[in-house]
Structure formats: structure tokens, C-alpha cells
């Protein structure tokens, strides 16, 4: 059984408590390809561990994060298990990118205004970012980018 405190060149899988069942077959399917993996149901973490800081520091450590996304996540708002970089507007930023990815486009918009009240700069190159090609020619789309200043006819 892997040790949540260790093994740092591992993949880290995440998931919400709800979805444990999915999240060991995916387990169990990349150890049988011969893949080292741990998460925290494995007995890593223990009630009342600092369980978030653990969380953050081992998805800084590992090789690959994989997260388990689904309906339960939104309940848990991804927000929580993203890496901290700094500031939290950039944090809403890397949410929706990871929404947009899952074609989850109600959440992925709703990040990005998080992100835009938060003033993230890195709303500059969103229009450059192919995380969200599947978004283009959405009304929202067309009404963020307007926001931010890089609609066609504010870049003329």
C-alpha cells in the first residue's frame, strides 16, 4: 500500500470522498500498466491532518496530478484542490481551464468572471489559450473577451 508521505516522483490521484469507487478503478488501472500511484484514501492522510496543506505540497511534488472531476467535485468547488500560485484570481483562472477541458462551460464562464473581478492579468492571453478553443463563438466568450479589451474591433 502507498504512503501519502512519500514517493514524490508518483502520479497523485485526487478525488472527492464520493467518488473513492471510480477513483481506485483508475487506481487499479494505471498500477496494472505498471505505473506508481498514491492518494489519500490509501491511509496517507488520518482525521485531523492537515490534509489541505498535505494535498498542496504533494500536487506540487508529484509528476501528475490527475483529478477526479465530477458533480461531487463541484460540491467540494475545485477551487480548493487547485495548486496555490500566488494569488487567488490565477487560481480561478486554472479552474476554468480545467472546466473548459471537461466541456463544463456553465462553470468554466463562471471562473472566468471570478477571474475577471479578481483583475487576473493573465486574462490578456486568454484568447491566445487553446484550453478554450470549445468556448469560441459562445455569446459569453464574445462578452468576456469584450470585458478584458481583445474583441476583434477593440484590437483594431
Not at 63 to 81: G, K, M
Not at 84 to 90: E, L, Q, V, Y
Not at 108 to 123: H, K, T
Request: net charge negative; proline share 3%.
Amino acid at each position: 500500500m502507498a504512503r501519502f508521505d512519500r514517493m514524490p516522483s508518483a502520479v497523485f490521484l485526487s478525488n472527492a470522498s464520493q467518488d473513492s469507487e471510480a477513483a481506485r478503478r483508475v487506481c487499479e488501472s494505471l498500477r496494472s500498466s505498471g505505473i506508481e500511484v498514491w492518494f489519500d484514501i490509501e491511509g496517507g492522510l488520518e482525521h485531523g491532518d492537515e490534509w489541505d496543506a498535505k494535498i498542496r505540497r504533494h500536487i506540487k511534488e508529484c509528476v501528475l496530478f490527475i483529478p477526479i472531476i465530477s458533480a461531487n467535485t463541484q460540491a467540494r468547488q475545485i477551487e480548493d484542490l487547485a495548486p496555490a500560485r500566488g494569488r487567488r484570481a490565477d487560481v480561478h483562472g486554472h479552474a476554468a481551464e480545467v472546466y473548459a477541458m471537461l466541456d463544463d462551460r456553465h462553470s468554466a464562464f463562471a471562473s472566468l468572471q471570478r477571474s475577471l473581478a479578481a483583475r487576473d492579468a493573465a486574462l490578456a492571453w486568454i484568447k491566445l489559450d487553446p484550453s478554450f478553443r470549445n468556448l469560441h463563438g459562445n455569446p459569453q466568450w464574445d462578452d468576456l473577451l469584450r470585458k478584458v479589451g481583445l474583441a476583434d474591433d477593440q484590437l483594431t
